[in-house]
């Protein structure tokens, strides 16, 4: 509880003021990563390319010209099969983005966090050394 002395209670009161600042700051920098973020993922035959962007929309699609000896719903389940692995990755670089913003043990870091990784759970035929993650394809 605040003393009697005015000049601790403002000192205090200014101490307040720049972890709220801090914290409002570490939170947007959080947000501007997050939203630049974008993931990759590479079929286990290496057939299917896919980038997805933060929000988990496919933004780049290559496939290799050996799709054409496949049927329509092989390449469909494959396609989202890659997607689902892409946009898993975004969990993983949402939690590196936390960690050197607002911290993991944050309530905002774990809600973003935990957000994530409900919207993207890891596939359970996960093949995590046939991902390329970055904020670029680099293909």
């Given at each position: 509880?605040?003393?009697?002395?005015?000049?601790e209670a403002q000192e205090m009161l200014h101490s307040w003021?720049?972890?709220?600042?801090?914290?409002?700051?570490?939170?947007?920098?959080?947000?501007?990563r997050v939203a630049a973020l974008a993931a990759?993922?590479?079929s286990a035959d290496g057939a299917v390319r896919v980038t997805v962007?933060?929000?988990?929309?496919?933004?780049?699609?290559?496939?290799d010209d050996r799709v054409q000896r496949m049927r329509g719903s092989e390449l469909a389940s494959i396609i989202m099969a890659t997607v689902a692995r892409a946009q898993a990755g975004l969990?993983?670089?949402?939690i590196v983005a936390v960690h050197d913003t607002v911290g993991?043990?944050?309530?905002t870091g774990r809600?973003?966090?935990?957000?994530?990784?409900?919207?993207?759970?890891?596939?359970a035929d996960e093949q995590t050394d046939r991902w390329e993650r970055g904020t670029s394809s680099g293909w």
């Open positions: 509880m605040l003393g009697q002395d005015p000049d003021t720049a972890q709220l600042s801090t914290r409002a700051e570490a939170a947007a920098d959080l947000s501007e990759s993922a590479v962007a933060a929000s988990g929309a496919l933004t780049d699609l290559r496939l969990t993983d670089q949402v993991t043990d944050s309530e809600a973003v966090a935990d957000t994530f990784a409900r919207r993207f759970p890891k596939p």
